[in-house]
């Protein structure tokens, strides 16, 4: 029975896990190199199963098995192929995703892959910092449209456009307006609030969304680490990212910009469903990759 | 559960075989997946209907077309002619997988106008859901879909889709069939273009042809991106009844 082969890398699926439970498909490259290069895991995001939204893991797993990198894209517990494990009434959802992503981690080291990297989209991104923020064995992260903090300045970007609008004014004045309310909305729902409570977001539940102050010491701990990040955001979620720097200026008293690099796709959509900015988000991150952990960076 | 690889070494397909939990087994099902987007929205839904065959004691195996999921192949390599080869190679791996006598073909969508046209020699039974029979129905619908239809190769709902892909898919006819299941039964949740006609076709050539319309989700062409995980707990009951 074969597996994916290429000249340059081959494929493998497998069955794996505390229960057997989880399914993915290990990626390993045919070249063995001195010093085994950062293996990538693809952590499913929402309900979409390892392949991807669109195939995109499977088209950036592919990208960077060609240039010599390991990676396993994989299905957590009740997600695609995967089943439930036996603990899954033991722990939160949480938990059990987060034992289901050292599950995948160990099998990968297992395999003989060297520092390890964890990649997602949405809740898949957020998986993935919560994962290199308490295993020190994660050198770094990439982070597609995961859970982020709003400014002013966003709401400034957001609302603005409308504010100058004389429909927008005339529809404010004849009580039409959505905007309006909306802000007005924004604005009173921010009162009762202390600043570190998180602003909504789609893909962490209000209970296990990390306040303020908790992400940013989560970052903090980070950059002392010296791990290193890549954040890729979309135009996809404008309710929750509108302009290129927000992130940075989300955390201002931190060195987050020395550590962690950023990519803004404003024409791409959530889930990268054009081709454009696929190969835009495969050129970033082999770009990024290459830098941190390409051969020569580990030289 | 058993993810696996199998095929030809160059161009292997990625499949997952489930077991039947009843033990030895005489009857195999091969599912036929949808193509783009709606296979990866229908994914649950076919793992589901896998799982719930394997309980009712056949043997099951899932697959992924070249270019397509985890199979090899960049998604501009697969095409609906490649796809028909699939179809006959994995019937053929099923077989020899589970050593069964019997082959019921399933298919959602272009799975399973592909199921048909791929003419797999004794196959006692073809399960169309809401299948895929008048292509320029079809090509039209992708049209409207495309995001630029002017253009050469059309991005239909996150995949590229070349003027060859598409020129393969209008000419499949499933007037040319030669070799014809005994048995064909379809399960159709929406108004199916050309459905008469096949009805027609089928039962000229003596074959019985069977139709059930359930009102249920449409699970292929969901729209809310966060709501994949439905499944249309109805259709699956009656392709389980069918199939076993």
Same mark, same amino acid.
């Given at each position: 029975?074969?597996?994916?082969?290429?000249?340059?890398? =081959?494929?493998?699926?497998?069955?794996?896990?505390?229960?057997?439970?989880?399914?993915?498909?290990?990626?390993?490259?045919?070249?063995?190199?001195?010093?085994?290069?950062?293996?990538?895991?693809?952590?499913?995001?929402?309900?979409?199963?390892?392949?991807?939204?669109?195939?995109?893991?499977?088209?950036?797993?592919?990208?960077?098995? #060609? $240039?010599?990198?390991?990676?396993?894209?994989?299905?957590?517990?009740?997600?695609? !192929?995967?089943?439930?494990?036996?603990?899954?009434?033991?722990?939160? $959802?949480?938990?059990?995703?987060? #034992?289901?992503?050292?599950?995948? /981690?160990?099998?990968?080291?297992?395999?003989?892959?060297?520092?390890?990297?964890?990649?997602?989209?949405?809740?898949?991104?957020?998986?993935?910092?919560?994962?290199?923020?308490?295993?020190?064995?994660?050198?770094?992260?990439?982070?597609?449209?995961?859970?982020?903090?709003?400014?002013?300045?966003?709401?400034?970007?957001?609302?603005?456009?409308?504010?100058?609008?004389?429909?927008?004014?005339?529809?404010? /004045?004849?009580?039409?307006?959505?905007?309006?309310?909306?802000?007005?909305?924004?604005?009173? =729902?921010?009162?009762?609030?202390?600043?570190?409570?998180?602003?909504?977001?789609?893909?962490?539940?209000?209970?296990?969304?990390?306040?303020?102050?908790?992400?940013?010491?989560?970052?903090?701990?980070?950059?002392?680490?010296?791990?290193?990040?890549?954040?890729?955001?979309?135009?996809?979620?404008?309710?929750?990212?509108?302009?290129?720097?927000?992130?940075?200026?989300?955390?201002?008293?931190?060195?987050?910009?020395?550590?962690?690099?950023?990519?803004?796709?404003? !024409?791409?959509?959530?889930?990268?469903?054009?081709?454009?900015?696929? $190969?835009?988000?495969?050129?970033?991150?082999?770009?990024?990759?290459?830098?941190?952990?390409?051969?020569?960076?580990?030289? | 559960?058993?993810?696996?690889?199998?095929?030809?070494?160059?161009?292997?397909?990625?499949?997952?075989?489930?077991?039947?939990?009843?033990?030895?087994?005489?009857?195999?099902?091969?599912?036929?997946?949808?193509?783009?987007?709606?296979?990866?929205?229908?994914?649950?839904?076919?793992?589901?209907?896998?799982?719930?065959?394997?309980?009712?004691?056949?043997? +099951?195996?899932?697959?992924?077309?070249?270019?397509?999921?985890?199979?090899?192949?960049? +998604?501009?390599?697969?095409?609906?002619?490649? %796809?028909?080869?699939?179809?006959?190679?994995?019937?053929?791996?099923?077989?020899?997988?589970?050593?069964?006598?019997?082959?019921?073909?399933?298919?959602?969508?272009?799975?399973?106008?592909?199921?048909?046209?791929?003419?797999?020699?004794?196959?006692?039974?073809?399960?169309? %859901?809401?299948?895929?029979?008048?292509?320029?129905?079809?090509?039209?619908?992708?049209?409207?879909?495309?995001?630029?239809?002017?253009?050469?190769? %059309?991005?239909?709902?996150?995949?590229?889709? &070349?003027?060859?892909?598409?020129?393969?898919?209008?000419?499949?006819?499933?007037?040319?069939?030669?070799?014809?299941?005994?048995?064909?039964?379809?399960?159709? &949740?929406?108004?199916?273009?050309?459905?008469?006609?096949?009805?027609?076709?089928?039962?000229?050539?003596?074959?019985?042809?069977?139709?059930?319309?359930?009102?249920?989700?449409?699970?292929?062409?969901?729209?809310?991106?966060?709501?994949?995980?439905?499944?249309?707990? +109805? +259709?699956?009951?009656?392709?389980?009844? %069918?199939?076993?």
């Amino acid at each position: 029975m074969g597996n994916v082969t290429e000249e340059a890398f =081959s494929e493998r699926a497998m069955a794996f896990g505390r229960s057997q439970h989880l399914v993915g498909v290990l990626s390993m490259p045919a070249a063995v190199a001195a010093v085994s290069p950062p293996g990538i895991a693809f952590i499913s995001s929402g309900i979409i199963h390892r392949v991807g939204a669109n195939r995109i893991y499977v088209r950036l797993a592919r990208a960077l098995a #060609r $240039r010599g990198s390991a990676s396993l894209r994989f299905d957590l517990s009740g997600i695609g !192929d995967s089943s439930q494990p036996d603990d899954q009434l033991e722990v939160s $959802r949480a938990e059990l995703e987060q #034992r289901d992503i050292d599950d995948a /981690l160990s099998l990968m080291q297992r395999e003989g892959v060297g520092p390890l990297i964890v990649a997602g989209l949405c809740s898949g991104a957020d998986n993935s910092l919560a994962t290199i923020a308490r295993n020190e064995h994660v050198s770094g992260a990439v982070l597609m449209d995961p859970f982020v903090f709003r400014t002013r300045r966003y709401y400034v970007e957001h609302y603005g456009p409308r504010l100058l609008r004389p429909a927008a004014w005339w529809n404010a /004045l004849t009580g039409q307006s959505t905007a309006f309310k909306d802000l007005a909305g924004s604005v009173v =729902s921010r009162f009762p609030r202390s600043r570190s409570t998180p602003v909504g977001d789609s893909s962490l539940s209000a209970s296990t969304a990390p306040s303020r102050e908790e992400f940013q010491e989560r970052l903090e701990a980070l950059i002392e680490r010296g791990a290193r990040l890549l954040f890729v955001f979309t135009g996809g979620l404008e309710e929750r990212y509108n302009y290129r720097n927000q992130l940075f200026d989300a955390f201002p008293r931190i060195a987050l910009r020395a550590h962690a690099e950023l990519e803004y796709l404003p !024409d791409s959509d959530h889930t990268f469903s054009r081709q454009a900015p696929q $190969r835009q988000l495969e050129a970033r991150i082999v770009t990024w990759y290459d830098t941190h952990f390409g051969t020569a960076a580990v030289r | 559960m058993k993810p696996h690889f199998f095929g030809h070494a160059s161009r292997p397909l990625f499949g997952i075989h489930t077991p039947s939990a009843t033990g030895l087994s005489q009857t195999g099902v091969l599912i036929c997946p949808p193509m783009g987007q709606e296979a990866l929205r229908a994914y649950r839904s076919l793992r589901l209907l896998a799982d719930q065959l394997a309980a009712e004691g056949v043997e +099951v195996l899932r697959f992924d077309y070249f270019g397509t999921g985890d199979s090899a192949g960049d +998604v501009r390599d697969g095409r609906p002619s490649v %796809w028909l080869e699939n179809v006959r190679t994995a019937s053929q791996h099923l077989r020899e997988l589970a050593a069964v006598r019997r082959l019921v073909l399933v298919g959602l969508r272009l799975g399973g106008t592909l199921a048909l046209l791929a003419e797999v020699p004794a196959t006692s039974r073809v399960i169309l %859901w809401d299948p895929i029979l008048d292509s320029r129905d079809f090509i039209a619908e992708l049209s409207r879909d495309a995001v630029d239809p002017g253009a050469e190769e %059309w991005e239909v709902r996150g995949f590229p889709m &070349s003027e060859t892909f598409r020129g393969e898919i209008a000419s499949m006819d499933l007037g040319t069939i030669r070799r014809t299941p005994p048995d064909i039964r379809i399960v159709i &949740s929406q108004e199916l273009a050309g459905l008469v006609a096949f009805q027609a076709a089928m039962e000229a050539r003596r074959v019985r042809v069977e139709t059930d319309r359930i009102d249920a989700l449409r699970v292929w062409i969901a729209d809310d991106a966060f709501g994949l995980g439905a499944v249309p707990a +109805v +259709v699956l009951r009656r392709i389980v009844e %069918w199939a076993t």
